[in-house]
């Protein structure tokens, strides 16, 4: 068992890939939903805890057991339904990280006004990644890659751990092209907790608890982490 | 012999490159609307006739200079004679038609008769020069005989030209011909009427109104009343020309506003088309423009954020009249037809242009017979299709789409980022949206060409807080990361940097130079 937990809420055939791909990471995957047939679906598709409550109800949310650092994700197919819950659950655990999917620009601000911390647009991610295709095809390219499973390239976040050999280095200082990866940028705890780019032109200095986003092949991201101790 | 040699000529003719391009050429000109260059030949033309009667006009009260004479007569006659045979001789095509029924006699071992093809071309080309346009073209040859001064006001003539460069008259004549028989009613109507009436006030009136001394003045009479025009110059002295006046007054009330309306009425019916031809018309001007099909969330999201790119260079097509409707109220472009059939993509200027179809609608089936049309059209089109799963964008590639989009797996792989990886999903939203702070851009080395032969760290990109991520190679295509600084720039590589907004746009202006585009 794991300390957090990830409830998703709504299940269909859709959203399979992000259940399947949840299951992977280092949480305890629920899945929430209020239908017969979702229920028989996740549980068809080899799902172990599946919960089939009415979403409407307060007091059956209540008793779900949900931490404050747990993540909710709204995934309703019916986005009336997915804005409710999402009210509901930010009433009922405030301080719960709730992320949700939208479908127009409207539910995104409903959703935005009901708690939701982050919003996933449907069509608008699809918008930017055409427009991108139009225009930067190399650069969508490689993001592609960055973001599917299967590809060498990733993304990677990397806290630096107590006792690294990056503490008191500054960013200028260090060679990271050594290492085959590329710093994409940090948060610099000493100075903000805002998400800085190494291109911004800022001088910051690497410290322990500072997050680093890099990219490179998954062997050299590992290799670099355990080179800095993570 | 006469005849083996015609054969011959028409086969040179036939085979004759030079021959083919040149009547090509002419076609194009004088027919072809798609054609880039028609519009000058157009304008040129309508000048000419302005000219010419601007001359006309001129002459009547001032003497003219001996220049401006020449000018009507010569140059104007020559190049309108020079238009209307090359009309004649685009017309229809007769070595063509010689080879064709030579080829048939042949295989059907008959005797070849050169006649035939050539009686066929001769009676297209004496029909083509019956047609009212033609005569038109003839007349308008005619001022320059100047024995007859009459023939001056066959200038007038050359005005009726100005129909044949001008596409809205030429619109307007088309929408009245499709209201041929309701107009040719009331025309019949209108003449039966008037021939009735005048006969009629002729009969009552001819021996006691001094104004009418013929049958001519009768009908003239009828028809100045029954238009409501009514000079005064003849009007009726007895009670029963007064009661045959009164009843064509009334029926030419009733058919002018019935002609009002039969023309409305066909305007409104085909406004919509013709504002949907201007726009493909418009459109096709263009050099790369986009293809929209399918008005749904998707392309509303994508117009919203990039229309302002795209300016007039794309068109929605939408099968449900209501989201056309909607597309249009929201201030796109947007036409009501069927993107999957094959006149509809067909009329877009595949060929000239740089051509992206979107096939965004929300059925994957759609979607993917869209593609299917466009790319039969031409394999030119670059086709971005939109698909609900991996299997239908296996399909969706197979069909020839040349990229494929999935809203719902960028969203899942979105929303996988933000549970897992928080900040890196702020980072990426930032590069994927293009928000000024940092931008994920390329630079073409064939448009930025003093950066070829260039070592990354030559191009001093760190100084200007760059980043390189790396490049795509101008020989394979392949993409490297994280190049070595002394890797030096080829033509044809596609440098991918990151950096805030301003860093690329002077990085790019820097080293921008436009070099030859390999194709």
């Known amino acids: 068992m794991f300390t957090r937990n990830a409830f998703l809420f709504g299940y269909n055939k859709k959203r399979r890939f992000i259940a399947r791909e949840l299951e992977k990471e280092p949480l305890n995957l629920i899945l929430v939903v209020d239908d017969e047939e979702s229920y028989n679906q996740a549980k068809e598709d080899g799902f172990r805890e599946v919960i089939f409550i009415d979403l409407t109800d307060d007091e059956l949310l209540e008793n779900l057991k949900i931490n404050d650092d747990d993540y909710l994700v709204c995934v309703m197919s019916n986005h009336y339904m997915n804005v409710f819950l999402t009210l509901s659950l930010h009433s009922i655990f405030p301080k719960a990280i709730i992320l949700a999917l939208s479908d127009s620009p409207h539910t995104t601000q409903k959703l935005k006004m009901a708690g939701a911390s982050r919003i996933i647009d449907l069509y608008q991610v699809s918008a930017n990644r055409i427009h991108n295709m139009l225009h930067k095809p190399v650069a969508t390219k490689l993001i592609e890659r960055l973001f599917s499973p299967e590809e060498e390239f990733s993304f990677k976040e990397i806290e630096i751990p107590k006792g690294s050999s990056l503490d008191h280095i500054m960013v200028d200082d260090f060679d990271f092209s050594k290492h085959n990866v590329i710093l994409i940028g940090m948060i610099d705890k000493r100075l903000s907790h805002q998400f800085i780019f190494s291109t911004s032109g800022l001088e910051n200095r690497f410290d322990v608890g500072d997050t680093l986003v890099c990219i490179g092949c998954n062997e050299d991201l590992e290799r670099f982490q355990a080179f800095i101790g993570a | ?519």
């Open chain 2, 1 to 519: 012999m006469l005849k083996k040699l015609l054969t011959q000529f028409a086969f040179f003719l036939h085979t004759s490159k030079f021959y083919n391009r040149s009547k090509k050429r002419a076609s194009d000109f004088l027919l072809n609307s798609d054609y880039l260059y028609k519009k000058y030949f157009d304008i040129f033309m309508i000048l000419l006739i302005i000219s010419s009667v601007a001359i006309l006009v001129y002459e009547v009260k001032n003497p003219v200079p001996v220049w401006v004479d020449f000018f009507d007569i010569y140059l104007v006659t020559t190049i309108f004679s020079l238009e209307y045979l090359a009309r004649i001789w685009v017309h229809n095509c007769w070595h063509s038609e010689v080879v064709r029924e030579y080829g048939d006699a042949k295989f059907l071992n008959k005797k070849f008769n050169l006649w035939s093809p050539t009686k066929k071309i001769l009676r297209g080309k004496l029909s083509y020069m019956a047609s009212p346009t033609a005569i038109i073209d003839l007349l308008a040859i005619l001022p320059a005989y100047r024995p007859l001064r009459v023939l001056r006001i066959f200038v007038l003539f050359r005005v009726f030209k100005l129909l044949r460069y001008t596409k809205s008259i030429n619109q307007f004549l088309g929408v009245l011909g499709s209201k041929k028989f309701e107009l040719y009613t009331l025309l019949f109507l209108l003449v039966f009427i008037t021939v009735t009436a005048g006969i009629a006030i002729y009969v009552f009136e001819e021996k006691s109104n001094d104004n009418i001394n013929s049958l001519f003045d009768a009908l003239y009479w009828a028809l100045i009343t029954i238009s409501t025009v009514g000079y005064g110059d003849i009007s009726p002295v007895t009670s029963e020309g007064r009661v045959v006046s009164m009843l064509i007054i009334i029926t030419g009330i009733a058919m002018i506003s019935f002609v009002t309306s039969v023309i409305v009425s066909s305007f409104s019916e085909k406004l919509t088309e013709l504002k949907e031809n201007r726009l493909v018309e418009e459109i096709n001007k263009e050099e790369d423009f986009m293809i929209i099909c399918g008005y749904g969330q998707m392309t509303r999201m994508f117009l919203r954020h990039y229309e302002h790119e795209y300016a007039k260079r794309y068109i929605i097509i939408e099968k449900d009249k209501e989201r056309v409707d909607e597309a249009i109220k929201e201030g796109y472009r947007a036409i009501h037809e069927d993107a999957s059939r094959y006149d509809v993509i067909a009329k877009f200027n595949t060929d000239h242009a740089q051509v992206t179809l979107l096939a965004l609608t929300n059925s994957d089936v759609a979607n993917i017979y869209i593609t299917l049309n466009a790319k039969a059209i031409s394999k030119n089109i670059r086709v971005i299709s939109r698909s609900s799963s991996e299997r239908i964008a296996k399909k969706s590639r197979l069909a020839g789409a040349d990229s494929v989009v999935m809203p719902s797996l960028i969203a899942n792989r979105m929303l996988f980022a933000a549970i897992t990886q928080p900040v890196m999903y702020k980072a990426v939203y930032a590069i994927l949206t293009g928000q000024h702070l940092a931008q994920l851009d390329e630079v073409n080395s064939v448009y930025h060409q003093k950066m070829v032969g260039k070592s990354i760290k030559e191009l001093r990109l760190k100084e200007q807080k760059l980043l390189p991520i790396g490049y795509e190679s101008a020989n394979n295509r392949a993409f490297i990361f994280n190049p070595s600084l002394d890797y030096k720039i080829e033509e044809g590589d596609i440098l991918l940097l990151m950096g805030r907004h301003v860093s690329i746009e002077h990085f790019k202006k820097t080293y921008e130079e436009i070099g030859y585009v390999h194709a």
